[in-house]
């Protein structure tokens, strides 16, 4: 089959997850021996992270914005290149399309009530974009694919979708998360609590600060919070509303961090906080679980669903909760010990080769 794959936004510098998932998801399929030719669409970018091969070409588009290259660019160029299924990979796809479409559909949460205190311009317009491409291309579509059980009878029940028209394809994770004997501690240090909190509602930046301030206030070790891609402006209004100023000084904010320095990260930290509201399945939870490191997750939507049953679960709305899971890890020695043996073997039950395994077999059945 000739099989088009919808990759955007690979090649742009500072990735997010959808980015993550279909880079991996292609190079996977590259060193399969599947007898497909793969066509993959990508606007110009400085980060060229993948390369061609004999059975992957790589087709860039240029094109102003994100929606005349889907809606306009996309399209034309599957057209041109006489592809015969169109994956489009993050949530959205081509109004007027004659090709077969196939729609990863990570998670609904455009439909969901939106927390008007959100000021992002980005975020914002994502979700205004979803929210009209969305229910418009549901019935275009031959399948729609998406990443846990959670979010697959998210969508049935929400949606309407008949079920035979769903599949469920967990993510994986990147075989460099694993524990290093000796990580490299320049710059970081070593034993602090990681969070990757930014400015979207759902990632419950507030609640978990609120939790690291009481935690600083029981706790006679006093470990440092390592938030990556938050806004200094952002850090300080929480502080501020929350009177939570005994945090100032105890957090390290080295603004975004690359994926391929994340490991070491991960390994230098004491615990890792996976606090949000709401994930479709999140990735980060896994390449912590697989490098060793202990994590406190909630248990809302997906994580539990990924964390497995003997993770350490919270309600993500009561940040006590948090506060007395971040000092039972520093004071239960063999608690701490059981999490980090708990996520090591729980991680073995995904890769990134056995979602791409499941795709190739989803694009035969369609054919």
């Not at 000084?249 to 070491?264: A, V």
């Not at 999140?282 to 994590?295: F, H, K, Q, S, Y």
């Not at 539990?304 to 709305?317: K, R, S, W, Y």
Request: aromatic share 10%; glycine share 4%; net charge neutral.
């Amino acid at each position: 089959m000739k099989i088009g794959i919808e990759a955007q936004r690979i090649f742009r510098k500072n990735k997010h997850g959808m980015d993550y998932v279909v880079l991996q998801e292609i190079k996977e399929l590259q060193q399969m021996a599947t007898g497909d030719e793969y066509f993959v669409f990508v606007k110009p970018g400085e980060d060229r992270c993948l390369e061609e091969y004999a059975n992957v070409h790589v087709i860039e588009l240029k094109c102003p914005s994100y929606p005349l290259w889907e809606q306009l660019a996309l399209p034309r160029a599957a057209k041109r290149y006489g592809v015969e299924l169109l994956h489009c990979t993050s949530n959205t796809a081509p109004l007027w399309c004659d090709i077969p479409l196939v729609l990863t559909l990570h998670d609904i949460i455009f439909l969901e009530p939106r927390d008007k205190n959100n000021k992002s311009l980005y975020q914002n317009m994502g979700w205004l974009y979803r929210r009209l491409v969305v229910p418009r291309i549901l019935n275009r579509c031959q399948r729609i694919i998406t990443v846990s059980n959670f979010e697959k009878d998210n969508i049935i029940r929400k949606l309407g979708i008949p079920e035979e028209r769903m599949a469920m394809i967990y993510n994986g994770y990147n075989n460099w998360f694993r524990p290093l004997s000796s990580p490299p501690t320049e710059g970081l240090g070593v034993g602090y609590f990681f969070f990757l909190g930014n400015t979207d509602p759902k990632k419950n930046t507030e609640r978990t600060l609120v939790a690291y301030s009481r935690y600083l206030e029981q706790s006679d070790v006093k470990r440092r919070l390592l938030m990556a891609d938050l806004d200094r402006a952002y850090l300080n209004d929480i502080i501020v509303r929350n009177h939570i100023e005994n945090i100032r000084d105890h957090i390290d904010m080295p603004g975004y961090i690359l994926n391929s320095e994340l490991p070491k990260i991960y390994n230098n930290a004491f615990a890792f906080l996976y606090t949000s509201l709401r994930e479709s399945f999140g990735i980060p939870l896994l390449e912590a679980m697989a490098c060793g490191t202990p994590v406190i997750t909630s248990n809302t939507s997906s994580m539990p669903e990924i964390g497995g049953p003997d993770a350490i679960l919270i309600n993500p709305e009561k940040s006590e909760e948090i506060t007395e899971m971040m000092l039972r890890l520093e004071h239960d020695e063999a608690f701490y010990q059981q999490q980090k043996a708990v996520g090591l073997e729980r991680a073995k039950l995904f890769s990134w080769r056995k979602t791409a395994e499941q795709l190739h077999q989803l694009y035969h059945r369609i054919k």
